[in-house]
């Protein structure tokens, strides 16, 4: 298919000037990432239009028209099916009797709620010591007096 294209610009480039094979290489390079339907259809679209040899440039702005209407089309049949998916889940749960839509999400995070406040509160680490707490450390410093960071055991003859 690329062929037959560089077939029709050699055709067409003709006229104006002779067509090299490092232009026949460039035009391949240019145009190997699109899909040769899409190619065909860009030349044609390009023939209608004007009588003169196109830059790979004007080709190329052709080309990416035909896949942006390609990707709108796409995006638009996905957007349908999934409306359409939203539509059927909708009917099923109304015909269940189950909440749907805003109710829905209401009883989900009303149900999440629930569930929260059964979980035990997390320690505050802001809180103040109570006075037991605090004689419950120093009397572990004492017992153990590497246990606390910054103190280290004081051996006799220093303090000597």
């Known amino acids: ?3 037959n294209m560089l077939h029709l610009v050699r055709e067409m480039s003709l006229d104006s000037e002779d067509f090299s094979q490092r232009q026949s290489d460039y035009w391949i390079w240019v145009m190997q990432g699109y899909p040769p339907c899409h190619i065909e259809t860009a030349f044609h679209r390009w023939m209608k239009k004007s009588k003169f040899m196109p830059k790979p440039a004007e080709v190329i ?3 990416e028209e ?4 390609e990707r709108q089309v796409a995006a638009e049949q996905k957007t349908s099916l ?3 998916e939203v539509r059927e889940t909708r009917e099923q749960l109304a015909t269940a009797g189950l909440p749907y839509g805003q109710a829905q999400v209401h009883s989900i995070l009303k149900q ?4 929260i406040k059964t979980f035990p509160p997390f320690p505050n680490p802001n809180r103040a010591l109570t006075v037991k707490e605090r004689l419950a450390r120093e009397l572990q410093r004492k017992k153990n ?3 606390h960071l910054g103190d280290e055991p004081r051996s006799m003859e220093a303090s000597a």
């Open 1 to 3: 298919m690329t062929a």
């Open 112 to 115: 999440a709620v629930a569930r």
């Open 61 to 63: 702005e052709i080309l």
């Open 66 to 69: 035909i896949l942006q209407a």
């Open 145 to 147: 007096p590497r246990t």
């Open 82 to 84: 999934y409306l359409s």
